[in-house]
């Protein structure tokens, strides 16, 4: 359910803490975290809050949309998922895509289409559909990319989520002329 600043405060009460600084409190616990099963559940918490709008702002502020872009480099699948999860929540927020896109986003995403976790190779796709627009087509639209979204949607008997969700892509984004 998505927040506005009523429902927040009536959520939140008197004593409670403000969203703005429970989110800090989040990433400050991830920059000291020291065990990977920490970081997984600190960031796995961000995404979650990365698709309500009320949060954008905050999440910009506090630069998580950074942070999710780097879990992406991570060797552990766990905050690659949970980081990639991140940016396509919060992606279809045009600020949240011009930040994501101005920080070196798009290659990180198409890397994780070849991801063994199929969370991850969702995710992806789903961060792709909507940053892909005319100024990022070139970057996106490459042969080798639309090759692997093609044999997604192809999988219809493997898994017909993911089907279906690189199917919408293509018919979205590729001239059908």
Not at 26 to 55: C, G, H, M, W
Not at 59 to 67: G, I
Not at 151 to 161: C, F, K, L, P, Q
């Amino acid at each position: 359910m998505f927040t506005n600043d009523q429902r927040q405060a009536e959520r939140t009460g008197q004593y409670g803490t403000p969203r703005l600084q429970y989110l800090q409190d989040l990433v400050t616990q991830f920059q000291n975290a020291t065990s990977e099963e920490s970081k997984e559940r600190i960031v796995a918490n961000l995404a979650n809050f990365a698709y309500d709008p009320y949060n954008y702002s905050f999440l910009r502020q506090l630069n998580v949309l950074e942070l999710f872009l780097d879990c992406t480099t991570e060797p552990n699948e766990k905050l690659i998922e949970f980081g990639i999860g991140g940016i396509c929540n919060s992606c279809v927020d045009p600020a949240n895509a011009i930040i994501i896109v101005q920080s070196g986003g798009i290659p990180l995403i198409i890397q994780c289409l070849s991801s063994p976790v199929k969370n991850t190779v969702n995710y992806a796709l789903g961060a792709l559909y909507y940053l892909c627009n005319p100024s990022t087509k070139k970057e996106i639209l490459k042969p080798q990319v639309i090759g692997i979204i093609k044999e997604y949607s192809n999988a219809e008997t493997v898994d017909s989520i993911l089907s279906n969700l690189a199917k919408a892509f293509l018919d979205q984004h590729l001239d059908h002329s």
